[in-house]
C-alpha cells in the first residue's frame, strides 16, 4: 500500500519548489543553466533498482538526452522534469518511494516537480524580478 498525497506532501513539496528556485535565483546566468542541466542528467538514475525493473532504464537515457539539450534550450529542462514526474507517478502507485524512508517522496516529488517545470520553461527567471518592488516613494 502507497502513502496518498496529502495536505502535508503538497505543502512540503511546494516549500521545497520554492527553495530550489530562491537558491538558483543567486546563481548568475550560464551558470545556471549548467547545472540545472546536470541535476536533470542526474535525476534520471534516482529511481534505478526501485520496483520497475528494467523500465527505469529507459528514465536514464532520456534525461540525459534532455539534459544535453537542455544545455542550450531551457524548454528541454522544463520536459525533463515533467518526465521525472511521470515517473514519480509510477513509482508512488507501483515501484518504491524516491526516499525510502518517506513512503509519500515520490507523490511529493510528483507535486514539485511540474513547478520546476514551469519555471524552467520561462527560462528560470530570478524569483527577486518575478515580484516588483513596493517600495514607497516619498514626495518632499
Known amino acids: 500500500m502507497t502513502a496518498g498525497f496529502s495536505i502535508t506532501v503538497a505543502i512540503g513539496a511546494t516549500t521545497i519548489a ?9 546563481v548568475k546566468e550560464p ?13 534520471g538514475g534516482v529511481y534505478w533498482s526501485s520496483g520497475l525493473g528494467f523500465y527505469e532504464f529507459p528514465l536514464g537515457i532520456i534525461m540525459i538526452f534532455l539534459a544535453y539539450k537542455g544545455l542550450k ?27 525510502p524512508m ?24 530570478s524569483v527577486f524580478h518575478l515580484f516588483p518592488s513596493r517600495r514607497r516613494h516619498h514626495v518632499s
Open 18 to 26: 520554492a527553495i530550489y528556485m530562491t537558491v538558483f535565483s543567486f
Open 31 to 43: 551558470l545556471r543553466q549548467k547545472i540545472n542541466a546536470l541535476i536533470i542528467a542526474g535525476a
Open 73 to 99: 534550450n531551457y524548454k528541454y529542462l522544463a520536459l525533463g522534469w515533467i518526465v521525472h514526474t511521470i515517473y514519480d507517478l509510477l513509482h508512488h502507485y507501483y515501484g518504491n518511494p524516491i526516499i
Open 102 to 125: 518517506a513512503p509519500a517522496s515520490s507523490a511529493g516529488c510528483a507535486i514539485c516537480d511540474p513547478i520546476l517545470a514551469i519555471w524552467l520553461y520561462f527560462n528560470a527567471p
